[in-house]
């Protein structure tokens, strides 16, 4: 309703069956960055998520049906545009990105140096350990990512990201749907907005299952491949 | 018997097609494909001539199988532009689903406010 600009930051946290994490990930957002608002988009969850979010002072948006998880931040972006938000934050609801670490990623992205933030398990000295066939097909996915931005990305797949408004206007109107976090990269510097990354940590995840399993680990990696071919003979506006 | 088997299916074709947008099943706008197949397929199976002349023209020995790859090549098109039609339903619905969600959140806000207001004015 609100539509002035500059009202400030926004937490997104698209959410699939979450109940087990999600009100924890919320009170520390709440406790460390006291400020900032929290959106969780809740992507029509089977489990008690809706129930647990509305005993907490995050916002909840509830997708009448499970749409993915691109849809799901895409939401929080168009509802970040409509009220006026300058920064948008993704952060994922198992608990693997650390509320202490905000300030890493929104800091460049509000002083105007970038238009979006990624947060990198592989940038400094990270203790993350990611399995072997995951490591591969990150570092695969970071080597063409760095191709196709000209710049080294070493870690494409992170959902830990800062968006500034210009790419947030970007975003809320063309969004990848499944596994959507390397793809957009590649739209946003097709679009010419900035990219950058900063270390930080990731905890290893309290509950849930990661989206993607060694099965759907092909299935992912050819789509994503696709996926960014064809955003490359796009045309952006 | 090919010829009238041709002729036949198309026939059936025409009537099922007309039917359903006599009944609203099928949209005008989703029939022409269906429509323009109808027309040239038919006009071959009807025509012998022309479909044995335009067979050798194009270097098929046996006429009627002509008849097939033209209805093949309208099938193939027809089924390209429901893979288009349905991307646009899809991103279409997607956002309606979004913006959807978020009318709801800005509704029970504004309930929210009518009922604090009337408390007020109690």
Redesign the interface.
């Known amino acids: ?1 609100e539509q002035t600009e500059d009202q400030g930051i926004l937490v997104i946290i698209p959410a699939f069956n979450e109940e087990e994490t999600i009100a924890d990930v919320i009170a520390e957002i709440t406790e460390e960055q006291p400020a900032i608002d929290i959106l969780v ?1 809740n992507d029509g969850s089977s489990d008690r998520t809706s129930r647990v979010v509305k005993q907490t002072k995050a ?7 499970n ?1 993915g998880v691109g ?1 799901a931040v ?2 929080g972006y ?2 970040a545009v ?1 009220h006026g938000y300058s920064v948008a934050i993704q952060v994922d609801a198992d608990g693997q990105h650390l509320a202490s670490e905000l300030y890493k990623i929104i800091a460049p992205v509000l002083s105007g140096d970038s238009d979006v933030v990624v947060g990198s398990r592989f940038l400094g000295h990270g203790n993350y350990k990611a399995s072997v066939a995951r490591g591969v097909g990150i570092g695969f996915f970071a080597s063409v990512v760095s191709i196709i931005l000209k710049r080294r990305i070493t870690d494409p797949s992170s959902g830990f990201r800062a968006t500034g408004r210009k790419a947030l206007l970007f975003l809320s109107e063309i969004y990848p ?1 499944d596994y959507p976090e390397v793809e957009a990269l590649v739209l946003l510097h097709k679009k010419g907005l900035r990219i950058d990354e900063v270390p930080v940590t990731m905890a290893p995840r309290r509950g849930g299952k990661s989206s993607i399993t060694t099965s759907r680990g092909i299935y992912y990696m050819v789509k994503v491949l696709l996926a960014i071919s064809v955003d490359l003979l796009k045309k952006i506006k | 018997m090919v010829q009238l088997i041709s002729i036949i299916v198309v026939i059936i074709l025409f009537v099922l097609v007309i039917d359903f947008i006599r009944r609203g099943l099928l949209k005008e706008k989703y029939s022409v494909l269906w429509l323009a197949l109808i027309a040239v397929v038919g006009l071959f199976a009807v025509w012998r001539e022309l479909l044995d002349w335009a067979a050798m023209v194009v270097g098929v020995k046996y006429p009627p199988s002509l008849l097939f790859l033209m209805a093949f090549a309208f099938v193939l098109l027809i089924l390209l532009h429901f893979s288009v039609v349905i991307s646009v339903l899809t991103e279409r619905n ?1 956002k309606l ?6 009318i ?3 509704l029970v ?2 309930e929210k406010r009518l009922m604090s207001n009337k408390g007020v004015n109690q």
């Open positions: 309703m988009v916002r909840l948006i509830e997708h009448t049906f749409m849809a895409q939401t168009r509802y409509k749907e | 997607k689903a979004q913006e959807v969600a978020i709801k959140d800005e806000e504004v």
